[in-house]
């Protein structure tokens, strides 16, 4: 990794809203995109309820999340970067496939 950057934005309330990105920057594209697959299996061995989540509108995207979708994780690809993007919702519903359509805007 030769750089990173990171940002945090909550709802500040009880029932908090989150969304965390990071931007890691790798030497060249491959490495990047082995670090989307280390990082994708290094985050679901260390919490086994995060499941797989398939995401049409990014194919190359590894996306996880919890049963119910409270969570959702995403380890993204993009040239020699790796985004990291990750989403919480204060309520049970499932927001899943709310996310596709919005992921290419």
Known sequence: MVAG???VRTSGIRDTKRLINVV?????DDLA?????????AFR?????Q???PLAEVP??????????KALTAF????????????????TTDRSAQ???????
């Open 5 to 7: 950057v990171a940002s």
């Open 24 to 28: 890691l920057r790798f030497p060249t």
């Open 33 to 41: 995109r082995r670090a989307t697959t280390d990082f994708d299996k």
């Open 45 to 49: 061995d260390h919490d086994p309820k």
């Open 51 to 53: 499941k797989p989540v």
């Open 60 to 69: 190359d995207a590894h996306v996880d999340g919890q049963d119910g979708g």
């Open 76 to 91: 993204t690809a993009h040239g020699p970067y790796l985004i990291v993007s990750n989403l919480g919702f204060p309520t």
């Open 99 to 105: 996310i596709g359509p919005r992921a290419r805007r």
